[in-house]
């Protein structure tokens, strides 16, 4: 629950690699396995729920700007590397300052790889201009694929370069502090270079008489996607986090389930969720039995903006559901789906969506997934479950309306 912050003590929370989130105060936090993440909004403060990611690998070696050492990747031309140099946004002194020499050329430092060629893939970084010989300006400049230049002090992005490959928003977020969060997605060039310049401007070029001023630079990431996911650290080497899974099982899930009628009611924050951020059905809850045959949830449609679908399937065959239902410019939309045989309904926000009293069994099912259906290490929810409630029988419709409201 958003409200409390905590787990029921029935569900089993396991996710393998280091991870994080943002807490009340805006900061972030780097927690190990198996650790809930309870995120907040960087403006209000308010928990968005409990984040529910896929499995990303950030393929920075060393995610804070490093001096050029061995397996790091970072490579500098013309700047200097002050590490240590001021507070990141995880509230340790980590945060590297990127200056420019007193050449007068392009000043860069740049990580380089190799990646597969045609692949999507989404860069972020945390960069800030200090309080004192500070740069303002930074381009951002991607092997063969374009280039952005993001403004420090307006938190404004300007085109620079061929742009063609870029796609997607790019995006700059405060996120407190004088910080921002960049983010560029691009299909990575047909040599498959990898290779990221951050490059301190003038405002006017990125060639010129350095002055050893700088701007701070801190949690690099480069994942394969269409979207970027929260920020996972490296210290040497690319590193993995695997998906988040929230599920109750076992005995657990048979004390509580009532296999004869049920109603679940959800609320969720959708901000994060992307115009058809990939291909797949992203699971908000599902109940099932391991596999497709039987099965009870509500999902994401991946076609259509701000909807999502229900439905049951029962021996291998969709009985009740499959249908868009939109919750419009709503961010953090209410559903509930009450069931029992040859009886069900589905509501959001208030609305009757769907109903029907004929020809729905209830499918035999063995467990619950929040954010996923345990099934497809492609349909998680990348977003945040805000409330999640349980009732063992089929409520009313009107009672539905209610809770949904």
């Not at 997605?185 to 008489?209: H, L, R």
């Not at 497809?376 to 949904?404: A, C």
Request: overall charge negative.
């Amino acid at each position: 629950c958003a409200a409390e912050k905590k787990l029921d003590p029935r569900i089993t929370y396991s996710r393998t690699g280091p991870a994080s989130f943002v807490n009340e105060f805006g900061k972030v936090v780097l927690v190990g396995d198996n650790a809930p993440r309870f995120d907040h909004d960087l403006t209000t403060r308010e928990c968005k729920g409990l984040l529910i990611e896929e499995a990303r690998t950030n393929t920075i070696a060393s995610s804070s700007a490093q001096p050029q050492s061995a397996g790091t990747g970072w490579v500098q031309n013309g700047a200097v590397i002050t590490t240590n140099a001021a507070t990141a946004p995880d509230g340790t002194n980590t945060a590297s300052l990127v200056s420019d020499n007193s050449a007068n050329q392009i000043h860069y430092n740049y990580f380089s790889q190799s990646l597969t060629a045609g692949t999507n893939h989404t860069l972020t970084a945390y960069l800030k201009e200090p309080d004192t010989n500070s740069i303002r300006y930074v381009r951002v400049t991607l092997h063969n694929c374009g280039a952005k230049v993001f403004d420090l002090q307006n938190g404004t992005i300007h085109n620079a370069g061929n742009n063609a490959r870029v796609v997607g928003d790019t995006t700059i977020t405060p996120v407190g502090n004088g910080w921002f969060r960049i983010k560029i997605t691009y299909t990575v060039e047909p040599g498959g270079s990898g290779n990221a310049y951050f490059i301190p401007s003038n405002g006017t070029t990125t060639q010129y008489a350095g002055t050893g001023k700088g701007f701070l630079i801190w949690g690099v990431q480069l994942e394969a996607g269409d979207f970027e996911t929260s920020f996972i650290p490296t210290n040497g080497s690319a590193v993995t986090r695997e998906a988040d899974l929230v599920k109750v099982d076992g005995e657990e899930f048979t004390e509580f389930y009532n296999p004869v009628e049920s109603t679940v009611v959800c609320e969720f924050d959708s901000s994060n969720w992307l115009t058809n951020n990939n291909n797949a059905y992203e699971r908000i809850w599902s109940i099932n039995n391991g596999s497709e045959s039987d099965v009870i949830e509500m999902f994401k449609e991946n076609t259509v903006n701000n909807a999502i679908r229900y439905r049951v399937r029962d021996g291998n065959a969709n009985v009740l559901g499959a249908a868009n239902i939109s919750y419009g410019t709503n961010t953090t939309p209410k559903m509930a789906f009450s069931l029992k045989l040859n009886d069900g309904a589905a509501a959001v926000d208030g609305t009757i969506s769907g109903t029907t009293d004929t020809n729905v069994p209830m499918p035999t099912v063995d467990r619950l997934i929040l954010g996923n259906d345990d099934i497809s290490s492609q349909n998680s929810l990348n977003g945040h479950i805000r409330r999640f409630i349980y009732y063992p029988v089929k409520l009313p419709d009107s009672q539905v309306v209610t809770l949904t409201s």
